[in-house]
């Protein structure tokens, strides 16, 4: 994968404005809203199971989220995944806070029998939750995980049959053959609510105009994380208000020029 | 009506600081509050079925409006705005969305049977689709709509026996019989997830001062427009985030002056 | 108390990161989020009765907040107080708006029976309420309170049995016993919504590492106080979106020094 497909799948995303439908938590749907509109995507949030399948099916993406999550949503969450499956448009799954309590691992493990899920993007921790693997979770920022963390990613996806994304300090995609080490982002993204949602938003978007799942996770990978350095570059000295609201602005900004020269990737 | 008169509405919801009820999604909900109170109202949110009718009888204005719509939200509206009615308190209408799917246009048609609603304020599209009119709706974020939009907007005041405000590129307020067309207003509007929402809002701010609705909405309206041009030009070239955040500014800053100098509208 | 002891606290959450459930409204999750995480807090949304009683277990503090409540959320807030009074997990409450509407007393009395409650966070009309006091309430933003200020918090305290902080121009903070008025703040709190609820979590935050809650309350209202006049120095004179993202800049940057240097408050 080249960084010019990376550009080009960018300026798709920009052109064409994906509809994502994102069921997610209370907490982000404003910054998941405000962050897809600035990258050019268009969002919708529905969350009742009365209309839920109606709007999957005419989304270009759809994104589940169990940030604050409860029974009835979980239902629709099922019900939008099914209608995603049949109208062939992915599904993209971010686990927050699994492991954190015993309802987080049985709605997810409802959703992952439930529907096909394309892509699942959480921290290292949370990927490894997902399969069994022994980590500490704190809430839902993240943790520490024993293990080789490209090992756990290079098998969740084998075991979950789609690409998995694991974010901390260097990212890891996978789909069980083909796997990535992204290496852009900024250390300030754990201290704003929402920036991992988001990004599993922003996937959704890419997943959307790229059917390769993992050159579209690669490539939201290496843009967000270098929107992410641009902003922290103009704003981290002053605090997180400025770097949320510099990074939206990046969001609409940030170049091919920029991800050009600072993307930073490989394939292992 | 004179500018004066516009000058004039905005002074009196500053003064009179009118408590705005908002039953409204919940991605726009932090931005509506901080919305309201920059302008100078008081902003509350409530929508458990159990205590809707009471905040609705003690607020100055009520705000419908279907983005993130459920079940139990929906009869929850009802009983507010039925208890509105009851103690003329304005009722405003926002059908986000409706068209996007069935379950949006069935709660928007239950509301409107229901609750006599003062005012209503969607995207063109989204009036077309309230009087059966052909149009396309690409998700919440507006889309085309063919036809003449004044004669829109005109004939669903007529319909729905409701000041209808037709945001786009130009705004439309008609009433049926009066037809105002206003042309302050900025596209980053678009950009920013919430900015129709909290207009809506912003003109249940104003039915809660001024009775004549008419004027009260092509007051609101102007007021807003330029609250968003003043706004744009100190921050168009950073992006959205700086946008939204001085537009928050804006809307307790924006003078009288500024309303004189920049307001534009005309009564067809 | 002395503010070296203010300093020391501020210290310990920042160096501990205590996790904070937080069961709070839809206005303010993503501010109370970023808030906490500026301050160096860990924070947590959960509603569903069927995970919070883990999730309040695992947490240093759980907050409750009554600001958009509904009868499956009380239900699952007395659940999840149980659960965080049997693990010694401080619990604050926030009676938003109560008085505003029959329920929101009725729904603060059964968490005030049902649960254990540490500390509670409102401002002086709020508390007044609590305890039968006339009042007048204006939605949520407060309103004017007759009689002595300082009396009706002491009393409230011995009442409830729990340490009682009323906000307002000063804030007075009592066991009953020990009674402190706090003179930091800015009266553009008042125009940023959320700005008393965050306050509330960050109290809970305070209440973690603090088991005199006296004095994690005084602590916690000193810099919060500070940290409204820093921001309000720097962006007063801009507005209140402005104010808003230099607050969470602040939560992060204000100093040892800034809090010896400003902090006001006397022991009665």
Redesign the interface.
Known sequence: MEKHKVIEIVNRVRETKP?IHNMT???????T??GL??LGA??????????VA??AK?AGGLLLNI?????QELDAMIIAGKSANVHQVPVVFDPV?IG?????TIASEKILQEVNVSIIRGNLAEISQLIGEQGEI????GGEVYGNAIEITRRAAEHLRAVVIATGKDDIISDGTRTFVVHNGHPILT????TGCLLSSVVAAFAAVERDFVQAAVAALIFYGVVAEVAAEKTVA?????F??????????VSAKEIEQYGSFEQL
């Open positions: 509809l938590n209370i907490v982000v749907a404003n910054f809203a405000n509109l600035a268009s969002p919708v949030m529905a969350s009742y199971e009365g209309e109606d709007m005419i940030g604050t999550i409860h029974q806070g954190a309590t015993p309802y987080r704190k809430g839902v920022d201290k704003v609510t929402g002053n605090g997180t208000g400025s949320q609201i510099e990074f939206l602005n990046q969001l609409s900004n």
